[in-house]
T-cell receptor, first 113, second 115 residues
Framework: AQKITQTQPGMFVQEKEAVTLDCTYDTSDQSYGLFWYKQPSSGEMIFLIYQGSYDEQNATEGRYSLNFQKARKSANLVISASQLGDSAMYFCAMRGGYQKVTFGIGTKLQVIP | DTEVTQTPKHLVMGMTNKKSLKCEQHMGHRAMYWYKQKAKKPPELMFVYSYEKLSINESVPSRFSPECPNSSLLNLHLHALQPEDSALYLC??????????????FGAGSRLTVL
């Protein structure tokens, strides 16, 4: 069984500041993948960043970086230079075996001008 | 073409109706997914098709019937639904690679209201 935990129901960040969204996970799989998705109020799920369990380097995609600490089973998302358009729900997700992708409960991020 | 297209965007149906949600992708992905998302909740996996065969059914009630006619199309047939089935239904697709990221690409969703 796999489990994703996001403990921050809501976060505020000042525009242009950096923010870290927390995610911890639990799995018995040796090989797994971790994802972050953004869901604006319009409803579409937008892929942000991916980290494989065997990747030695932390993933980065533009203003997004993933702070992967395998021993602590954490995969925190860091958004640098926040923009107003970053206001959305953010979901951490994990893929274990058999194509099954499980989502955490999400964190609502609000960027303040 | 990097889109997953879902139709209809909105659907209102009575409890005795039969309707279908449709999903199409042309990215050559061989896995397709149905998720259900209630308001302020995360997406919940319903079904996964791999190579056009049903590989995961998360104990979904039989009033939801998935179908994968070919590698590009995924349907969700709805019959005798309950008001609590009202939700956003998200379709997604991904590659199937042993050591790849297999990122899910989502459609915009079909918002279903059951009266």
């Amino acid at each position: 069984a796999q489990k994703i935990t996001q403990t921050q129901p809501g976060m505020f960040v000042q525009e242009k500041e950096a923010v870290t969204l927390d995610c911890t996970y639990d799995t018995s799989d040796q090989s797994y993948g971790l994802f972050w998705y953004k869901q604006p109020s319009s409803g579409e799920m937008i892929f942000l960043i991916y980290q494989g369990s065997y990747d030695e380097q932390n993933a980065t995609e533009g203003r997004y970086s993933l702070n992967f600490q395998k021993a602590r089973k954490s995969a925190n998302l860091v958004i640098s230079a926040s923009q107003l358009g970053d206001s959305a729900m953010y979901f951490c997700a994990m893929r274990g075996g058999y194509q099954k992708v499980t989502f955490g409960i999400g964190t609502k991020l609000q960027v303040i001008p | 073409d990097t889109e997953v297209t879902q139709t209809p965007k909105h659907l209102v149906m009575g409890m005795t109706n039969k309707k279908s949600l449709k999903c199409e992708q042309h990215m050559g992905h061989r896995a397709m997914y149905w998720y259900k998302q209630k308001a302020k909740k995360p997406p919940e996996l319903m079904f996964v098709y791999s190579y056009e065969k049903l590989s995961i059914n998360e104990s979904v009630p039989s009033r939801f019937s998935p179908e994968c006619p070919n590698s590009s199309l995924l349907n969700l047939h709805l019959h005798a639904l309950q008001p609590e089935d009202s939700a956003l239904y998200l379709c997604a697709s991904s590659q199937i690679q042993l050591s790849g990221a297999n990122v899910l690409t989502f459609g915009a969703g079909s918002r279903l209201t059951v009266l």
